[in-house]
């Protein structure tokens, strides 16, 4: 059974920095991008917005605008765990984070910020930044 479980969410002060962790079985992890979105509060029928995609070795990554400069993705295909390190955290980062999986072979080009481009879905972890 395909499983990603999202930890490390919770409240946290504007400037302040949250360290989530995605962990994941039963699939070849190195065969697969991870990557990381989130849902704003309130907002069920907006799309699920592109924050952060690893390669299956580790050796691309990919962040959206709104988080460069702030977040660092990082895979350890040992421990098949992805962990999104984000610092100088804004109110606006508040959203429910959700790590999802894309197989390597089946994305097109390009860099993989698409929700259709997943096959798996963790159930999410709740970051809240309080101005």
């Known amino acids: 059974e395909v499983q990603l479980v999202e930890s490390g969410g919770g409240l946290v002060q504007a400037g302040g920095s949250l360290r989530l962790s995605c962990a994941a079985s039963?699939?070849?992890?190195?065969?697969?991008?991870i990557g990381w979105f989130r849902q704003a509060p309130g907002a069920p029928g907006k799309e699920r917005e592109f924050?952060?995609?690893?390669?299956?070795?580790?050796?691309?990554?990919y962040y959206a605008d709104s988080v460069k400069g702030r977040s660092t993705i990082s895979r350890d295909n040992v421990k098949n765990t992805v962990v999104l390190q984000m610092n100088s955290l804004k109110a606006e980062d508040t959203a429910v984070y959700y790590c999802?999986?894309?197989?390597?072979?089946?994305?097109?080009?390009?860099?993989?910020?698409?929700?259709?481009?997943?096959?798996?879905w963790g159930q999410g972890t709740q970051v809240t930044v309080s101005s």
């Open positions: 924050v952060a995609a690893i390669s299956g070795f580790g050796v691309r990554t």
């Open positions: 039963g699939f070849i992890f190195d065969d697969y991008v």
């Open positions: 999802a999986a894309a197989r390597s072979t089946a994305l097109k080009p390009g860099p993989p910020t698409s929700k259709d481009d997943y096959d798996y």
